[in-house]
C-alpha cells in the first residue's frame, strides 16, 4: 500500500465517498446524455452531428472523465480527496447545465433546445447561449483542476477528518450549482416573456 492509501473508513464525510462512488458513472453518462440530448428537444442539426460522431466523442469524453480517479486510484486513493469532490459537482451540473441550454436548428431555420421545447419555457435563445457558454467554461476549468490535483493533492487533504473541512463546500456546490442552473433559466425565461409581451 502507498504513503496515499486511505480506504474509506466510518469517519469520512459521505459525501466524498459518494462522489468517488459515482464518478464513474457520471464520466460515461453525462457524454452519452449530452449527445443524444437532443433527440429530446426534436433534434435538428447539431443533434445528428453529435450522434455521428458520437463513437469518438463518447470514448474520449469518457476515459477523460475518468482519468483523475484512474490516477488517485493508483496513487492508493479509495475515496475523492476533499478538494475535488466540489469540483467534480461542478463539472457535472455543468454538462447537464449543457444538455438543457444546447442551442440546435433544423431544415427550417427554428432553433430548438430542451429548456424551450421540452419544458416549454419562453428563455430567449441568446439566453440560453449565455448559459451554455458559461457551462463549457466551468466544465473545462474544472476538469482542468481536477486532473492537476489529481497529480498534487496531499495525504492530508484525504484523510477522514482533515477531508472534513472541505464538506460544506463540497455540499454547497452539490445544491448551489443547480440553484444557479434554475436561476439562470428562470431569469432568462421572464426576460424572454418580457420580451414576447
Given at each position: 500500500?502507498?504513503?496515499?492509501?486511505?480506504?474509506?473508513?466510518?469517519?469520512?464525510?459521505?459525501?466524498?465517498?459518494?462522489?468517488?462512488?459515482?464518478?464513474?458513472?457520471?464520466?460515461?453518462?453525462?457524454?452519452?446524455?449530452?449527445?443524444?440530448?437532443?433527440?429530446?428537444?426534436?433534434?435538428?442539426?447539431?443533434?445528428?452531428?453529435?450522434?455521428?460522431?458520437?463513437?469518438?466523442?463518447?470514448?474520449?469524453?469518457?476515459?477523460?472523465?475518468?482519468?483523475?480517479?484512474?490516477?488517485?486510484?493508483?496513487?492508493?486513493?479509495?475515496?475523492?480527496?476533499?478538494?475535488?469532490?466540489?469540483?467534480?459537482?461542478?463539472?457535472?451540473?455543468?454538462?447537464?447545465?449543457?444538455?438543457?441550454?444546447?442551442?440546435?436548428?433544423?431544415?427550417?431555420?427554428?432553433?430548438?433546445?430542451?429548456?424551450?421545447?421540452?419544458?416549454?419555457?419562453?428563455?430567449?435563445?441568446?439566453?440560453?447561449?449565455?448559459?451554455?457558454?458559461?457551462?463549457?467554461?466551468?466544465?473545462?476549468?474544472?476538469?482542468?483542476?481536477?486532473?492537476?490535483?489529481?497529480?498534487?493533492?496531499?495525504?492530508?487533504?484525504?484523510?477522514?477528518?482533515?477531508?472534513?473541512r472541505w464538506t460544506p463546500l463540497a455540499w454547497a456546490t452539490a445544491f448551489g450549482a443547480p440553484a444557479l442552473l434554475v436561476l439562470g433559466i428562470a431569469v432568462g425565461s421572464l426576460a424572454g416573456a418580457a420580451g414576447a409581451a
Open positions: 500500500m502507498t504513503e496515499h492509501a486511505l480506504p474509506a473508513g466510518p469517519r469520512e464525510p459521505g459525501i466524498h465517498l459518494f462522489a468517488w462512488r459515482l464518478w464513474w458513472w457520471m464520466s460515461w453518462l453525462l457524454p452519452a446524455l449530452f449527445v443524444f440530448g437532443g433527440f429530446f428537444s426534436g433534434g435538428g442539426w447539431i443533434a445528428f452531428a453529435l450522434l455521428l460522431f458520437s463513437w469518438i466523442i463518447l470514448p474520449i469524453a469518457g476515459l477523460l472523465g475518468m482519468l483523475p480517479q484512474i490516477v488517485l486510484r493508483r496513487r492508493g486513493y479509495r475515496s475523492t480527496p476533499g478538494p475535488v469532490t466540489s469540483l467534480l459537482f461542478l463539472n457535472w451540473w455543468s454538462w447537464l447545465a449543457m444538455v438543457v441550454s444546447l442551442t440546435d436548428f433544423g431544415d427550417t431555420g427554428e432553433t430548438t433546445s430542451f429548456v424551450r421545447t421540452t419544458l416549454g419555457l419562453p428563455i430567449t435563445e441568446t439566453g440560453e447561449q449565455v448559459i451554455f457558454v458559461i457551462a463549457v467554461f466551468f466544465a473545462i476549468l474544472s476538469w482542468i483542476a481536477v486532473l492537476v490535483l489529481s497529480f498534487t493533492v496531499r495525504r492530508a487533504d484525504a484523510d477522514g477528518v482533515p477531508a472534513a
